[in-house]
């Protein structure tokens, strides 16, 4: 723990000095979901409810996606792809660091600094989108439930990045990879649309799949999208499942790939 | 111009042999920028299936929109993208020294030193479900309406590359912000969706910021067959946004201070 709070003040301090490209970053993140607020409003016109949302609950669910895509999911795997292939990664082969730990704690430093642009930012868009806090009526057990969904799902994100950063010892140039899963990712996560407009068949299956756990399902926790207990259950059950698999699947890749690595440029 | 155009087909030529170098990553980039497009046209497919019309714009209306702004978007990626990356690091790196003493126009150089081909397909495929869909949901269409589309999408490309290049210029004052790059995506992005959704900011949008000639008012002059004077106005936009990029460009260039040695 005091390890973790070190690098995280490191981390910190480095964060604060490029504001502006956490700044730019945080654009990136915002601007899809925005995008679609801004249609879904136009398709509100002539409809006051579509599939069970109405516009200020769909708004709702889009300013979840922008606060996990900006506070909560991390990209470790950018700059861990650049240190295997320059081989500054043998760091923290010689030193007594555990890379999960100090990664962690380097990107939730960066996520912290960025929650100072994002609270001024997000409160001028309420004002903007009819996101009424009105719909936003919960228990405090399903706050607690949905904040412990919610670090679940930093983890599950976090674990999968790191594999796929190291997969950079294997393909050299892994950027496809990384590509690939965004892609299927927005889909199956929820980043675009709610993954209830999706057809039944592919629900069912998505179920079971890591994505959902990403962004929709603490989302649908907190919007009171969730409505019997069997349901939350098997919920929190499968998504505590994918964060230990992906927390296991990490330690054989990192395994595997340390006696891999060649360490170029060293 | 002529040595312009014979210089450019130089750096063709050297990218195409670089790139052929790497060909496994060349035809999965490929396919990778395909399946962007394709996640996205899906989910105004999912949307649609609970709307039918959304601000005047249908299913099929979207689809086109959608392939032209990434048939757009791609050209732009193959002809700039690989050169704005670089651009801020030659910036930061002092390395623009050696472009400022070559004898061509600078501005030139490091926007289009690099071709990308990883493109390609993605290319051809947009134009493909573009012919696709025009055919099938938008025929017929007259010879002047391809004619006003060609024109358009030249527009698109122009205008894309002004502003995004204008977006990069602070990079000589702000040296430590090294993804100056994205900084145009997310307002880049809001060409996805037709400028009449966005209510009292379209007339902005198309005749201030215009963001409408980038995917819009070419998806529109398919749409609609009668004649819109607003093609003008789009040419002279992008006339004013190239010459503006370029006095930016020469003004920004004073604040130059060489990074390194």
Not at chain 2, 67 to 96: C, H, K, M, P
């Amino acid at each position: 723990m005091r390890k973790f709070l070190a690098y995280f003040h490191m981390a910190f301090s480095d964060a604060l000095v490029y504001r502006a490209t956490g700044f730019i970053w945080m654009l990136n993140d915002l601007g899809p979901a925005l995008v679609m607020i801004i249609f879904w409003a136009a398709a509100f016109q002539t409809k006051e409810t579509i599939s069970g949302y109405t516009l200020s609950s769909i708004s709702l669910y889009y300013f979840g996606v922008m606060m996990i895509n900006s506070l909560i999911s991390t990209h470790p795997h950018y700059f861990l792809s650049e240190e295997i292939r320059s081989g500054a990664f043998s760091n923290y082969l010689v030193k007594p660091i555990k890379l999960a730990v100090y990664k962690l704690a380097s990107a939730l430093s960066w996520r912290a600094v960025r929650v100072i642009f994002f609270i001024p930012l997000i409160l001028i868009l309420w004002q903007v989108f009819p996101a009424q806090s009105t719909h936003l009526s919960f228990s405090l057990i399903t706050l607690v439930l949905f904040i412990f969904s919610l670090s679940l799902s930093l983890l599950i994100n976090f674990f999968i990045k790191m594999i796929l950063g190291l997969t950079t010892i294997w393909f050299t140039e892994a950027g496809w990879l990384f590509l690939s899963f965004n892609i299927i990712a927005s889909l199956f996560s929820g980043d675009m649309i709610p993954l209830d407009l999706l057809p039944s068949g592919l629900v069912a299956v998505n179920n079971f799949l890591p994505f959902k756990y990403l962004v929709y399902f603490p989302l649908s926790l907190i919007l009171n999208k969730i409505s019997t207990a069997k349901e939350l259950f098997l919920g929190l059950t499968i998504e505590f499942f994918w964060v230990i698999f992906f927390y296991i699947l990490y330690r054989l890749v990192l395994h595997r790939g340390i006696k891999n690595y060649c360490a170029y440029g060293g | 111009m002529k040595r312009y155009f014979k210089l450019y087909l130089a750096f063709f030529k050297n990218c195409l042999i670089r790139e052929m170098e790497f060909r496994s990553h060349f035809i999965l980039q490929n396919f990778i920028s395909l399946a962007w497009a394709g996640v996205v046209m899906i989910t105004f497919f999912f949307i649609y299936q609970q709307v039918s019309v959304v601000n005047g714009w249908t299913l099929e209306m979207m689809l086109l929109l959608t392939a032209i702004y990434f048939l757009v978007d791609r050209i732009f990626d193959s002809f700039f993208e690989i050169n704005f990356t670089n651009f801020i690091t030659i910036v930061n790196t002092g390395q623009l020294d050696l472009v400022l003493t070559k004898p061509v126009s600078s501005q030139f150089f490091v926007s289009l030193r690099q071709f990308s081909f990883a493109m390609i397909f993605s290319n051809l495929t947009m134009i493909g479900v573009i012919i696709y869909l025009v055919s099938r949901y938008f025929s017929p269409i007259s010879w002047l309406q391809i004619f006003t589309f060609i024109i358009l999408i030249l527009v698109s490309v122009v205008i894309t590359y002004s502003l995004w290049f204008i977006t990069l210029l602070p990079i000589f004052w702000w040296g430590r912000v090294d993804n100056m790059q994205h900084l145009f995506r997310p307002f880049h992005q809001l060409c996805r969706i037709p400028v009449d959704v966005l209510g009292k900011l379209r007339l902005f949008l198309t005749f201030i910021f215009p963001l409408a000639f980038v995917a819009t008012i070419p998806t529109k002059s398919l749409i609609n067959s009668s004649f819109s004077w607003l093609v003008f106005y789009g040419i002279g936009a992008a006339v004013f946004l190239l010459w503006l990029s370029h006095r930016l460009w020469r003004f920004s260039l004073k604040y130059y201070t060489s990074a390194s040695s």
